[in-house]
C-alpha cells in the first residue's frame, strides 16, 4: 500500500516564524511532489510543487525534497495569519498520471 | 485563470436514488478527476479519465461510475445512494507533463439520508 505520512498537527507558530511542514512517504519510484493549502470549508490549491532533489523558493515558501530520505518538507517563512489552514503533500507515483496520492494534511495555525 | 465548475455546492438525497455530479473545466485539460474526501480519511480518488471516453478506476471505484462524453466535462455517477457516500466531492483537472498540479473545483457536499 503506497502511503503518504504527515503529523496532522496543528502546528502551531506565532507570527513571523518559521513553519515546518513534514511529508514522509513509502513508494521509492515517486517522481514528483505537491503542496496543497486548504482552507477550511475550501477546497485545495496548490502552492508548490517539486520534481528532483533539493530546494526550491517561490516566495515565502520553500519546498525541500529528499528522495534517499524519501522525504518532503514545506518552510514558510515570516508566517501570517493567512496562512492558517490544512496543508496537504500529495506524490504522483508515476510521472504522468496525475493519480495523487495525499498525506491526511498537517493543519497549521499562525497566531498574532 | 483555470476554472474547474461542479454543478452543484450542497445536494441532499435519499438512499436508493440515482444522483449525478456534473464538473466542469474550460481550460482543455486532458485529465479529470474524482475525489471523494472525509474527516480522518482525507483525500481518496474514486475515478480519473485521461481522454474523452476513458477513464481508469482510482481506489474506491465501488458504488460509482463515471462518464466523459467530452473533453470539458466529467461526470460521477451515484447508482443507488448509500448512507456511506455521504461526503464531499471535489472534481480536478490537469494538463501532462504536469499531470500533478491539479486544479480542483469548490466541492459537491453530498448528503444520503
Known amino acids: 500500500q503506497k502511503e503518504v505520512e504527515q503529523n496532522s498537527g496543528p502546528l502551531s507558530v506565532p507570527e513571523g516564524a518559521i513553519a515546518s511542514l513534514n511529508c514522509t512517504y513509502s513508494d521509492r519510484v515517486s517522481q514528483s511532489f505537491f503542496w496543497y493549502r486548504q482552507y477550511s470549508g475550501k477546497s485545495p490549491e496548490l502552492i508548490m510543487s517539486i520534481y528532483s532533489n533539493g530546494d526550491k523558493e517561490d516566495g515565502r515558501f520553500t519546498a525541500q525534497l529528499n528522495k534517499a530520505s524519501q522525504y518532503v518538507s514545506l518552510l514558510i517563512r515570516d508566517s501570517q495569519p493567512s496562512d492558517s489552514a490544512t496543508y496537504l503533500c500529495a506524490v504522483n507515483p508515476s510521472s504522468n498520471t496525475g493519480k495523487l496520492i495525499f498525506g491526511q494534511g498537517t493543519t497549521l495555525q499562525v497566531k498574532p | ?113
Open chain 2, 1 to 113: 485563470d483555470v476554472k474547474v465548475t461542479q454543478s452543484s455546492r450542497y445536494l441532499v438525497k435519499r438512499t436508493g436514488e440515482k444522483v449525478f455530479l456534473e464538473c466542469v473545466q474550460d481550460m482543455d485539460h486532458e485529465n479529470m478527476f474524482w475525489y471523494r474526501q472525509d474527516p480522518g480519511l482525507g483525500l481518496r480518488l474514486i475515478y480519473f479519465s485521461y481522454d474523452v471516453k476513458m477513464k481508469e478506476k482510482g481506489d474506491i471505484p465501488e458504488g460509482y461510475s463515471v462518464s466523459r462524453e467530452k473533453k470539458e466535462r466529467f461526470s460521477l455517477i451515484l447508482e443507488s445512494a448509500s448512507t456511506n457516500q455521504t461526503s464531499m466531492y471535489l472534481c480536478a483537472s490537469s494538463l501532462p507533463p504536469a499531470a500533478g498540479e491539479l486544479f480542483f473545483g469548490e466541492g459537491s457536499r453530498l448528503t444520503v439520508l
